[in-house]
């Protein structure tokens, strides 16, 4: 029988359920169990497809080409965990169905009610991730218990337990433990509050996993024990990392987490093998060398607007043992202020996808830099529109070439609207989305990237190169490496000349995983580590030179 978890989070906001839950999942993984993971999300869209990158950062996309939250980013990073649609539903999307089963009449004539109709909904949701050869599922409740829109996720969580028994399910609250500094220590208050919403409405929690600033001694960890009703065991400290996110599963099993939640669980579990994430943690505590790389962006000031990105440059720098100095430049900032004075001495410069308007000259201006100086350079999506829109216009001679999402009456559509796209009126869910194939050119970066010609790679853009203009790129110096099957859609743009220019219109950064970088991030970084130590040589020269 599948067990279940379930992670709410209390006091504030951010505090990294997401985080916690894929360390759960992960070292459940390592000790042999089946895992999958899932999200419910509190607000009333139907997917985070249509919300900025302000309010809600990235849209992380899967492979079925659901638009989901950030957080399945993490549970794919830290697990091997199958995400689909089923993994992330949002308030907006339980409602929906309700609704439309209402109108199909499916409900006979009932009162339709939060309470048992959006609660069952909510639970045969849960229900649909536990499977003969699943052994946990873990469900986070995204949002912060008290608020008026998580209680219809709480009352169904709290009805789980009872119509599948209450030892088959676990319930962990991650809460914050703040230093005050005038008082010179932890405070518990927040957490008994935030314990005690939640017994209000008939959930005890099992575990509470404190975050943390200053280690929990034994009086701190006696006292949140006693006020909230949980073993002294039971009560798990996580502490802030400074250094980086991988190491919180690491820090959980030091506190015993994972045998906590086997004995609770009684799951047929194996021992714990580590020795692959604690190598990785090593590799990321040891840099051989800095190297620094650009990200040019519209949300560059939003920390989570392109948090695969920084997360798929971070696995390819530990596999060469190099850390990467991120740079987020706003694009805007490029327009006012000039590349060479933004961009110079940077070892590679990546412009990854986006919406709008505003900023794109900027990010054009920073490709016009990178192409003429011999940086090497990677463009996501818009990035990808972005060089091919700079190409046209201060290579080929394009006067006025841009893209129709943003110039309508360009005189050099070089980037247009899908074909599949044109009659196309609604927002959300519409764009080209998910996993689509795609075949390389034998002798290009990409293909020697990869190590092979045929690849899958997730979407999500309603713009294509214009083939029209294909011919002419090619005579002028930019290939296009990597088409869909047919040969109809260009899915990656090269420059041969250059020591890495590589443009694809696709999303590699939602593929990268710690142990196995993305090949294409490997081969950014790997050519930005050559400029990097080339430039140091070309220093050591000059010293000898000039003694
Ligand atoms: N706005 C562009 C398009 O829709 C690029 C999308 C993206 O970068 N994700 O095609």
Redesign the pocket.
């Known amino acids: 029988m599948t067990k279940h978890i379930f992670v709410t989070g209390g006091v504030v906001s951010s505090l990294g359920k997401g985080l916690t839950s894929a360390s759960i999942g992960m070292l459940l993984e390592q000790r042999g169990l089946s895992v999958r993971m899932q999200k419910l999300d509190p607000y009333i869209n139907v997917d985070p497809g249509t919300m900025s990158p302000y309010q809600h950062g990235e849209v992380y996309v899967l492979d079925d080409g659901s638009e989901t939250d950030l957080d399945l980013g993490h549970y794919e990073r830290f697990t091997h965990s199958p995400l689909t649609r089923d993994s992330n539903y949002t308030t907006g999307q339980i409602y929906l169905s309700v609704i439309e089963k209402e109108r199909r009449g499916e409900y006979l004539g009932q009162t339709v009610q939060v309470i048992p109709h959006i609660t069952n909904e909510i639970k045969s949701v849960i229900r649909k991730l536990a499977a003969d050869d699943v052994d946990v599922v873990i469900t986070e409740i995204g949002g912060t218990v008290g608020d008026i829109e998580s209680q219809p996720f709480l009352e169904a969580i709290r009805q789980f337990s009872l119509d599948v028994g209450k030892e088959n399910c676990l319930y962990i609250h991650l809460t914050l433990v703040p230093y005050l500094k005038a008082a010179g220590e932890l405070k518990t208050k927040p957490t008994q509050h935030s314990v005690g919403l939640l017994r209000q409405i008939g959930i005890q929690p099992d575990i509470l996993i404190c975050r943390t600033e200053r280690n929990l001694d034994r009086e701190d960890r006696a006292k949140i024990a006693l006020f909230c009703n949980v073993p002294v065991e039971a009560v798990i400290e996580e502490k802030d990392k400074d250094f980086s996110i991988y190491e919180v599963p690491l820090s959980l099993v030091h506190n015993a987490l994972d045998e906590l939640i086997v004995r609770k669980l009684n799951l047929p579990a194996g021992t714990l093998d580590l020795d692959d994430w604690r190598d990785l943690v090593h590799r990321l505590r040891n840099p051989k060398q800095e190297i620094s790389i650009a990200v040019v962006g519209k949300y560059a000031e939003h920390r989570d607007a392109y948090k695969s990105i920084y997360e798929a440059l971070d696995h390819a720098g530990v596999a060469r043992q190099a850390q990467i100095r991120i740079q987020r430049i706003q694009s805007e900032h490029i327009e006012r202020e000039g590349p060479e004075r933004l961009l110079s001495g940077y070892d590679g410069i990546l412009v990854p ?3 709008g308007e505003r900023g794109i000259e900027g990010k054009i201006d920073a490709i016009c830099f990178a192409r003429e100086r011999g940086v090497p350079f990677f463009g ?4 990808m ?1 972005c060089a091919v829109i700079e190409f046209g216009r201060n290579v080929i001679g394009l006067t006025g070439a841009h893209s129709t ?1 943003f110039d309508k009456d360009s005189p050099h559509p070089v980037i247009c609207l899908l074909d599949e796209q044109k009659a196309i009126t609604d927002k959300g869910g519409t ?1 080209r989305l998910g996993s689509h194939p795609a075949r390389l050119a034998p002798d290009s970066h990409a293909a020697a990237a990869y190590g092979r010609q045929l690849i899958h790679e997730r979407h ?5 190169f214009n083939n029209v203009y294909r011919q002419q790129y090619l005579a002028n110096g930019m290939q296009a490496v990597g088409t869909s099957p047919s040969g109809e859609l260009v899915e990656i743009v090269e420059l041969p000349d250059h020591p890495w220019f590589v443009a694809v219109q696709f ?1 590699p950064e939602f593929k990268s995983k710690p142990t196995a970088p993305h090949p294409l991030f490997a081969g950014f970084i790997g050519a930005a580590i050559d400029k990097h130590n080339a430039r140091g040589e070309r220093a050591k020269e000059k010293e000898v030179e000039t003694p």
């Open positions: 996808g986006g919406f996501i999506c818009l990035g529109q999402e764009m999500r853009h309603r713009y294509e999303h």
